[in-house]
């Protein structure tokens, strides 16, 4: 697994919970050292042990922890760049979605070690979308998951009301199905192409 997405889940976790929980994480998974670098690939059974030790020590279910990792990947402070990234994405939150396909493409762009499980967007009627996430290179991850968490901030962001609903894995591919049901829900965060000064 890319070190990336094992040092995304101990910024949420330090984040979020605090360094002594990551602390306790990483002594249940015999982690040492206790950190991960972003550059390097590690065994997937670390991240899965990881992972496992998370839901161990937060008493939460794997797939709950990683909805919230994409969430914290769009919404946290320390997170901003990636944020901005994704915005690039479209003018609004449905170009946003039609954008998905490409993700995996751009993501290795900027970091050309990692390959993120291939996406597909489905329109069904402009409103009605589903989002299949093949398994790629996950090592067992749900991916899915993950997007699942990273697509409900990002409506946030754009002030987009929208239902989010998980349908499982089917031969390999996971299913999130996205309902568009009110696009002018709230004010939106803000967002430039220009940087801040």
């Known amino acids: 697994m890319h070190g990336l997405i094992n040092r995304a889940i101990e910024l949420f976790i330090r984040d979020t919970y605090g360094q002594d929980t990551w602390g306790e994480v990483a002594g249940r998974s015999e982690l040492v050292p206790q950190d991960f670098e972003a550059m390097l690939d590690y065994p997937d059974a670390v991240t899965r042990d990881v992972l496992a030790g998370v839901s161990r020590v937060l008493d939460k279910p794997e797939a709950a922890i990683l909805e919230d990792i994409g969430t ?110 009110e696009t002018a829900f709230a004010r939106g965060r803000s967002f430039s192409l220009g940087a801040a000064l």
């Open 72 to 181: 914290y990947l769009v919404s946290h402070p320390t997170a901003e760049a990636l944020r901005r990234l994704l915005r690039f994405s479209g003018t609004d939150f449905t170009d946003f979605l039609h954008s998905l396909d490409d993700l995996p493409a751009r993501a290795r762009l900027a970091v050309p070690q990692l390959i993120l499980p291939p996406i597909e967007l489905h329109d069904h009627d402009g409103h009605r979308f589903s989002v299949a996430v093949g398994a790629g290179r996950s090592g067992g991850l749900s991916f899915g998951y993950v997007l699942l968490g990273l697509l409900r901030a990002m409506a946030d962001d754009y002030g987009v009301l929208v239902t989010l609903d998980h349908k499982g894995r089917r031969d390999g591919v996971e299913t999130i199905e996205v309902r568009v049901l």
